[in-house]
């Protein structure tokens, strides 16, 4: 792996449907336009996941239906552990399939897609000028983009908001 972008599924409606549970809330109106556009812009600066890793709620397949419409075909795992991990979780899903592609996309939910974010910043020696860009939290379709050396390495390369784009 090369590359790994951390996503966060786009806004959700506050809405749970009849007879489901949060893991069933669909995309507001609002959120499909989000991570469609943070698709186009993920795109537009070359960032094509070669593998999508993605949580079994309903919110986080639709932002990935959304999102890869720029991309055309990515191999995707709909993972049901995914749902609500920890950062511990999501990190161990992308070291077991960091060998299998050189960028992999993760796109998983607060508050864990957050702290692994913030994880590998501080495992990177990230500037504190860069912590400071997270220390507001991660905004839902927001994007962690991360070079990752060799060695396995991630170092920050770029955060993409919906609010910045």
Same mark, same amino acid.
């Given at each position: 792996m090369h590359r790994l972008?951390?996503?966060r599924h786009a806004e959700a409606d506050a809405r749970t449907p009849q007879g489901g549970g949060d893991i069933d809330r669909p995309?507001?109106?609002r959120g499909r336009a989000e991570a469609a556009a943070i698709g186009r812009a993920l795109a537009a600066r070359g960032f094509k996941p070669d593998l999508a890793l993605v949580s079994a709620a309903t919110r986080t397949q639709q932002t990935w239906q $959304?999102?890869?419409?720029t991309f055309g075909e990515v191999p995707l795992q709909i993972i049901e552990h995914l749902y609500d991990a920890d950062a511990t979780t999501l990190r161990t899903e992308v070291e077991i399939n960091e060998d299998q592609s050189g960028c992999v996309l993760v796109l998983a939910h607060n508050p864990g897609i957050h $702290?692994?974010?913030v994880d590998y910043l501080v495992e990177s020696a990230a500037s504190n000028a860069i912590l400071e860009k997270f220390s507001g939290g991660f905004p839902t379709a927001s994007c962690a983009i991360f070079n990752v050396d060799a060695a396995g390495r991630p170092t920050f390369e770029g955060w993409l908001t919906p609010s910045a784009l």
């Open positions: 972008i951390l996503m995309l507001s109106v $959304q999102v890869s419409e $702290q692994l974010a």
